[in-house]
């Protein structure tokens, strides 16, 4: 969240109060933890916004076809392929991605036991697919376990900008399964994209993402556990073999507006409110 507006809470209008906020923002905060506490009432929070220009799935350059909500499921499906074939996955199988740091405050410490288990015994049911860099034994970790499960798994560790638009573009399911997460992006481009997110309820992702229990368009989930976000991608899988009910909900997530725009508005009430 942007510190010029005093984000100290995330929140998705602000009049909106996230009872997580001083979690989020007060982790590890250079011993300002208990100023921030004290100042809690004065705080106001603005979620980021993306550049929808470069975020643009229907002029995206970095991807093997450009799409619309007209032509989602064709689009998506052109660049799944395009993804899977490059590294060895099958196309027809949802597909579950992650993009990041591959570090604890990201759960992404999880990912080798959640990779793991989802391999083994549920084998030939998904195609898992990382992308990121980190601590070196998550690293370790998730390259080994390409050996044991090629064909369903797969990672690329470092940074690759245009592998990150074309996963968004061709995944299924983006996991987010954060322990922090004042703001988070990449939900919000997945969002752009047509792609589900499956997230924690913490911070920003909380503010972001409804679950589609809650006649929402996203999968959540509470603890930053292997247990919790397994469960979330069950619950995945059987939501993509309601092809209908799918694709009507990738329309919607595509429609919703995180442009600057929005976020610039938000800045604008807040500075008013202030000056009256």
Known sequence: INPLAAAIKSA????????????????????????????SDKSIGILNGIDVEVWNPETDPMLEQNY????IEKGKQANKEVLCRQFGLNPEKPLFTFIGRL?????????????????????????ILILGS???????????????????????????EKLS?????????LLMPS??????LNQLYALRYGTVPIVRRTGGLRDT????????????????????VMHSMQRAKSFYKDKKAFNKIREEIMQI???WTRAAAEYINLYQSIKL
């Open 257 to 259: 507006d995180h442009s």
């Open 103 to 127: 570090v604890g405050e990201k759960g992404a410490d999880l990912l080798p036991e959640i990779v793991y288990n989802m391999s083994k015994f549920n084998a030939g049911e998904q195609n």
């Open 12 to 39: 998705w209008r602000v009049t909106t109060v996230s009872p997580s906020y001083l979690k989020e923002i007060g982790y590890e905060m250079n011993s300002l933890e208990a100023l921030l506490r004290a100042e």
């Open 209 to 228: 993402v409804v679950d589609i229990g809650d006649n929402g368009f996203g999968i959540c989930h509470d603890q930053c556990s292997t247990f919790d």
């Open 179 to 184: 322990r922090v997460e004042p703001c988070g």
């Open 134 to 160: 980190g601590e070196r034994h998550i690293q370790n970790s998730l390259l080994h376990l390409e050996y044991e499960f090629k064909g369903s798994y797969c990672s690329y560790i470092g940074y690759n």
């Open 165 to 173: 638009h074309l996963i968004y573009a061709g995944a299924d399911f």
């Open 68 to 71: 619309s909500i007209k032509n």
